[in-house]
């Protein structure tokens, strides 16, 4: 099985910062890694596949990058909309999500 | 714009079968993978497992005993079942559809879900 991690588990920020959210896989994954925005209540939204393909509809300031098993989402300048819990999700073998990274007002 | 909702019951007694239903709109059902994903109350996410159009399957290793995805094309529908529930599998199920391009390895293909449904909450008590 290939197990997830994220860190922070928490982030406080400001609107306007430049926000780093790391995922790390249990063994290499190549570029398989998604990211997805979940809002309370609500279904979880992909904003990148492919560790650093941009979800189409997605804002530019979201990015990801990585590859093996050490990967980020960037977040260029935090939007008042962005303000949410953040899961890496792997897809090289099943699909496994990380635990989360809960972003929020700083 | 295809769109997908679950319906079923919101109370399993423990012991029973979880059944659920996810219907697409706006779009076939055809070539594409169709999952089930949970999230318990509070909690992260936990992929069920997919099923592709033609039928085939594949399931979390972890739950693989009590699971049975199952796929209707005649209405565009897709369906979950989960045997001897306990209060464990208290959760939102969601249903959704995986993205076209994912990677393919011997003989199973994954690829990340880009359309979700609403989700469903589905509460185990007696």
């Known amino acids: 099985d290939i197990q997830m991690t994220q860190s922070p588990s928490t982030l406080s920020a400001s609107v306007g910062d430049r926000v780093t959210i790391t995922c790390r896989a249990s063994?290499?994954?190549?570029?398989?890694l998604a990211w997805y925005q979940q809002k309370p209540g609500k279904a979880p939204k992909l904003l990148i596949y492919?560790?650093?393909s941009l979800e189409s509809g997605v804002p530019s300031r979201f990015s990801g990058s990585g590859s093996g098993t050490e990967f980020t989402l960037t977040i260029s300048s935090l939007q008042p909309d962005d303000f949410a819990t953040y899961y890496c999700q792997q897809y090289n073998s099943y699909l496994t999500f990380g635990p989360g990274t809960k972003v929020d007002i700083k | 714009q295809v769109q997908l909702q679950e319906s079923g019951p919101g109370l399993v007694k423990p012991s029973e079968t979880l059944s659920l239903t996810c219907t697409v709109s706006?779009?076939?059902?055809?070539?594409?993978?169709w999952s089930w994903i949970r999230q318990p109350p509070g909690k992260g996410l936990e992929w069920i497992g997919y099923i592709y159009y033609s039928g085939s399957t594949n399931y979390n290793p972890s739950l693989k005993s009590r699971v049975t995805i199952s796929v209707d094309t005649s209405k565009n529908q897709f369906s979950l079942k989960v045997s001897s529930v306990t209060a464990a599998d208290t959760a939102v199920y969601y249903c959704?559809?995986?993205?076209?391009?994912?990677?393919?390895?011997?003989?199973?293909?994954?690829?990340?879900?880009?359309?979700w449904g609403q989700g469903t909450m589905v509460t185990v008590s007696s």
């Open positions: 492919k560790a650093s």
């Open positions: 063994q290499s994954i190549s570029t398989w």
């Open positions: 706006g779009g076939y059902i055809s070539s594409y993978y």
């Open positions: 959704a559809r995986e993205q076209v391009l994912g990677y393919c390895s011997g003989g199973s293909c994954y690829a990340p879900p880009d359309i």
